[in-house]
């Protein structure tokens, strides 16, 4: 059988999104599913879309046509990828109250947010002595790569943001009304959100980088890159290297944080059933569960390997 070619869009876009043509478009998508070859992870609420989504070209140009029309042809700020295998299992479409979820009530990016900063300006942003560099991604996307010498918050999800923000940023602020605080994540997206957040709490010069750090790995060639590490992203491929490949990372099956190579090779880590990070987690019987749950991952790969050299 030979093998694919698949396309992977991530996107995202603020706009009204009314809950009838929610509902519209999620059906229509679904319908798109069951006759093609569609998979990803999408989020739909009032206040717009995100997501990624993976198939073969001509499907993700029906797919995008109709996703535009329901946005009204707004940016959907789309970072492109490709990949031999698909990175979902199947798409899921799920409708939340936030298409990020920082559960800050009358934070609306569509309508005020930072100043966009484009891959081309931003090291000149970022080595400015007057900026500081906020880094709005959870913890463990921080530890294997991000920009050199930003600020991590140490966040386990992006709704611990807003309680960062009141109980540290003033400490990295020499001037609150002259410091220029720039901001990113891997798309885009929550960076554009925390932007409105910090506009709204008063904040000046606010900045974020446009398309996040995927667009500015696609732009910036590798001599003049100040990314250091893998970027993570949120689909089998757990993250990608400089070149927008496939990175070293795997998931621990147990716990779901990224492990390294070198990770790996430690005496904790045995594949599918516990890292060095989940050690002390689980129980014996949990441990039981994730061997059997292994043994019939490895049983499927050894199956699709052999319908693929067929």
Known sequence: MKGKNY?????????????KL?????NKLLEI????DLSGLLIFANEGINGTICAERHVI?????????????RNLNIKVNFSKNKVFKKLKIKIKKEIVTMGVPK???SEDNGTYIDSADWNNLIKNQNTIVIDTRNHYEVSIGTFQNSINPNTKNFSEFPKWVDDHLDTHLENKESTNIAMFCTGGIRCEKASSLLKKKGYKNIYHLQGGILQYLEDIPKEKNLFEGECYVFDKRVALDQELKKGSYSICHACGMPVSIQDQERKEYIKGIQCHFC??????????RFE???KQIDRLEVANHKIYKD
């Open 279 to 288: 050690i002390d987690q689980f129980s014996d019987d949990d441990r039981k």
């Open 61 to 73: 140009d029906i797919v995008i046509n109709l996703i535009n029309k329901y946005a009204n042809n």
């Open 107 to 109: 934070i609306n990016p």
């Open 7 to 19: 396309k992977i869009v991530s996107l995202y876009s603020f706009f009204p999104f009314q809950e």
């Open 292 to 294: 059997e749950r292994q």
């Open 33 to 36: 599913e069951n006759e093609k």
């Open 22 to 26: 929610i509902l519209d478009l999620k």
